[in-house]
């Protein structure tokens, strides 16, 4: 029932940035259709339509702090773009170990952005466990990355105690955490798919479009 909801909410949302992104190209000028791409942007799931949309903006948009702030937007979704190789990053795990994302090369991982205080991060959390559980016998993993800060490590333990998480855990408990402005992550819950070569062939896959992309390459 609540899965439903979420898939006829998720489709109402798609359909109304169709509708956003087709009247953005057809008024340029509008001060409206700069706002609707400052919202749809929001989302990396239309990176490269805000992107085309964005050039067709008239310049005295372009310019306005809305203007820029889509630009940046732009610029760091750009950072994860399905194709590149994925830059290394070092962090502490729980205990303060140090563990590069290069110690998983050879396994499919989905780096997992989150945080203790996202509730939209820790309702995910029962379908990546799902996916961890399904095919960790198929070479593929989860890297957690949380961005909670230093004064919040506590929460953050226990956040990973109460979920249940299985796989690593890292955070540098740093104000703007190195590893998310790496790749770019304004926003969370965010997640990166990389394969065992270290390409990017994921980004923001959530519930059923986690399973989906993970049949295609392990199948049932």
Known sequence: MVNGLK?????????SNLIKLAF???????????????????????LQDVERCYKLLNPMLKNSVEGKEIARRISEGNKTTIGLFAKDFTQPDINGKEVKLSDYKGKYVLVDFWASWCLPCRE???NVIAAYNRYLSKNFTVLGISVDVLSNKQNWLKAIKEDQLPWEQLSDLKKENEAAKLYGIT?????VLI????????KDLKGKELRDKLITLFGN
């Open 7 to 15: 898939a006829k909410s998720m489709e109402h949302y798609h359909r």
């Open 24 to 46: 953005i190209q057809s008024h340029p000028d509008s001060y409206v259709s700069l706002y609707n791409l400052l919202n749809i942007s929001k989302s990396s799931k239309y």
């Open 124 to 126: 995910e959390n029962p």
């Open 187 to 191: 926003t969370i819950p965010a997640n």
């Open 195 to 202: 394969d065992p070569t270290g390409k990017i062939i994921g």
